[in-house]
C-alpha cells in the first residue's frame, strides 16, 4: 500500500501551501496574509488528518522562524492564540471537505476570518493580563476591527489563489486527484 506521503498529491498540497507560507516574507499590507487560507485549504485537501494539520502548522512555524531571524517579530507574545486559530480553521476546512464547492470554501473562508479575529483579538486581550475585564476585551475587540477588512480580503485572495491552483493543476494532472 502506498504512503500517503510519497502522492504527488501530497506533495503538490505541500508546496502549495509553503509557498504560501513564504509570501508572508515579503512586504505586504498588514494583516494581508496566507494564514487562515493554508490551514482551510490544508484541512479540505489533506485525506490524511496528522498532515491537515501539520503541513499548515509547520509552514507557519518555518516562515515565523525566517521572520523572526529578518525582523525580529515572527514569535510574538500572541502567537500561541495563532496557531490555536490554525487548528480550529484547519478543522473548519475538514468540515468544507464533504462538500466542496465555490460556495463552501467562501463560507469557511468568512467563517475562518471570524474565527481567527475572535481568537487573536482574545489573545491580544490575554496578553495585556485581561485588562479591565470583559469592558476591556470588548474595546480590543472594537480596537481590532479596522484590521478585520485586510484580514478578510487576505484571506479571500489566498484561498483563491490556493484553491484554484489545486482546481486549475487537477484538471492537468489527474493524479492529484487521487488521495
Partial sequence: MKSTIATPRFWFLTILIFIAAISRLFPHIPNFTPI???ALFGGVYFKDRVSAFLVPLL???ISD???ELSTGWGFHNTIIYVY???VFITLIGMYVQKNVTVQTVLLGSLSSSILFFIITNFGVWA???FSQGAAGLA???VKGIPFFTPTLAGDLFFNGILFGSYYLAQRRLPSLIKA
Avoid: K, R
Fill in 127 to 129: 496578553a495585556m493580563g
Fill in 36 to 38: 487562515t487560507a493554508m
Fill in 139 to 141: 474595546t480590543t475587540y
Fill in 84 to 86: 490555536v486559530s490554525i
Fill in 65 to 67: 522562524c525566517f521572520l
Fill in 59 to 61: 509552514s507557519m512555524f
